[in-house]
């Protein structure tokens, strides 16, 4: 066997050793790993003499079309994240900080789907007597789920042929390892040589696979991002520690949207599935206070409501803080500049802070007017109208630009008490919404007017 290298951040193979991952600039992240196919010697092209074609290629028309079935995991936000349900045959991959609810979920799913189908769940982390005891906290220890503290994977498959399970759970896929290689588990080689032997099983056997993977930020573990491109879809759980939210985003998806959204609340009784999440991000204020603005954001196939906050305050600094939370920062400081260069207002001897409550991250540009008018609102210590929402990206040239599903984020507004909204001139609907006047913008002026 040749020894070879592998980067745990980003994956990619190196033939040396080096502090720092010419590929992606991580430090410390290059390990040694034993690639399994062992070297064969000359690399250079020699022809294809001796390999007989035993592979057959398939007209595209006549490849089999019947439609992937999806089932219902009985989560309706997993479901949504998902892409509509549990497709058999398919790779999850479910990432996250360590206690932020992983092993929760899965087990709430599995306990549920356990009723009317065959469900294991491999731990090597917790051993049978501690899933036992999250399962009665969650109500769900008369479940007919199959456990199996197991961590190496050739033993994993033997049990999963013999039992064969329609869903396997593999808590974490950094416990797992394979014997072939000698590195410990966890690391990148192992990692991802386990996953693909999960990977192979799910395809042959029609088992949908979940597999837990921990995301530590100094990367000592070989961290999912590895993994991404081996399975059908990632899943990410974010939330704020201290928050009870916990939100499941969709990164990739080869049956579904991506960025869709799931949300749900932890409760002492385990993950509550929250279907109204406008009702939970728009923070409960008495009496309107400055410096607060609502947008209707639109993550994945669901509009949903969230308040933007915006403290300026005069800066000590030579260079004044722009601190964004749930926001890109850059995106701020582009927005001050508009503002500054289109609207006349400066803000260049103010700290400014952006917050999205509720610990969401906003990954759409339809957050640039409200947080104008947030910090507009900050700066000039006047409160919005409280019956007031906004969305609209805002162009380098001042102007307002419309944004995707206009009209939904409307109706959404409506459906939540809110009476006037701000959008972009390309949004404005054709026939008017009953209950709702809206105030359509073409530039940053006019926005500022309407305001
Ligand atoms: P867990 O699912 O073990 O996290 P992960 O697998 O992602 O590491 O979740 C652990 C946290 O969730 C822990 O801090 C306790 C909390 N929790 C509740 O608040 N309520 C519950 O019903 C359960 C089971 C856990
Ligand atoms: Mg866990």
């Not at 007919?144 to 013999?162: G, N, R, W, Y």
């Not at 329609?166 to 588990?185: E, G, K």
């Not at 209707?296 to 308040?307: A, I, Q």
Request: proline share 5%.
């Amino acid at each position: 066997m040749k020894a070879a290298y592998a980067c745990a951040a980003c994956g990619a193979s190196l033939a040396k050793w080096a502090g720092q991952c010419p590929e992606c600039q991580a430090w410390n992240s290059v390990e040694e790993c034993r690639s399994a196919i062992p070297g064969k010697g000359n690399p250079r092209f020699s022809g294809y003499a001796g390999v007989a074609a035993r592979s057959e290629v398939i007209p595209l028309g006549a490849v089999d079309s019947t439609e992937q079935t999806t089932r219902s995991t009985g989560v309706a936000e997993l479901d949504r994240v998902l892409g509509g349900g549990l497709v058999a045959g398919s790779v999850i991959l479910l990432g996250g900080d360590p206690g932020i609810g992983k092993s929760t979920l899965l087990t709430q799913t599995l306990a549920r789907l356990a009723s009317g189908m065959r469900a294991l769940y491999v731990s090597g982390e917790e051993s049978p007597q501690q899933i036992r005891l999250r399962a009665q906290r969650l109500g769900a220890a008369d479940a007919k789920l199959l456990l199996l503290p197991e961590t190496c994977v050739e033993q994993i498959l033997a049990v999963a042929d013999q039992q064969r399970p329609d869903v396997l759970v593999v808590d974490s896929i950094q416990t797992v390892y394979t014997q072939q290689l000698q590195s410990a588990p966890g690391a990148v080689a192992q990692v991802r040589e386990a996953t693909a032997q999960l990977v192979q099983y799910a395809k042959r056997s029609g088992t949908a696979v979940f597999l837990v993977g921990h995301v530590t930020k100094e990367g000592a573990l070989a961290g999912p991002r590895v993994l991404e491109h081996m399975v059908d879809t990632v899943l990410y759980f974010e939330g704020e520690a201290g928050s009870q939210l916990r939100l499941i985003r969709a990164i990739k998806n080869r049956f579904g949207a991506v960025n869709e959204l799931g949300v749900f609340a932890m409760t002492d009784r385990g993950l509550k599935e929250v279907s109204n999440p406008s009702a939970i991000f728009l923070s409960r204020h008495q009496e309107q206070v400055p410096g607060s603005s609502i947008l209707v954001t639109r993550e994945g196939s669901r509009p949903m409501l969230v308040e933007v906050q915006a403290l300026v305050d005069e800066s000590p600094l030579a260079n004044p803080r722009r601190v964004t939370l749930g926001l890109e920062q850059n995106r701020l400081a582009m927005l001050l500049a508009v503002l500054h260069r289109h609207g006349g207002i400066s803000t260049y001897d103010q700290d400014v802070y952006v917050n999205v409550v509720g610990g969401v991250r906003i990954t759409e540009t339809a957050a640039d007017l409200p947080v104008l008018l947030a910090v507009l609102s900050s700066l000039r210590d006047r409160p919005l109208p409280k019956d007031l929402a906004a969305f609209g990206e805002v162009g380098l040239s001042g102007e307002i630009r419309p944004v995707p599903s206009g009209q939904e984020r409307l109706m959404e507004a409506v459906k939540h008490g809110f009476r006037r909204v701000i959008v972009p001139q390309a949004n404005a609907p054709r026939k008017p919404i009953k209950g709702l006047e809206v105030l359509p913008v073409l530039g940053l002026a006019d926005a500022l007017q309407s305001i």
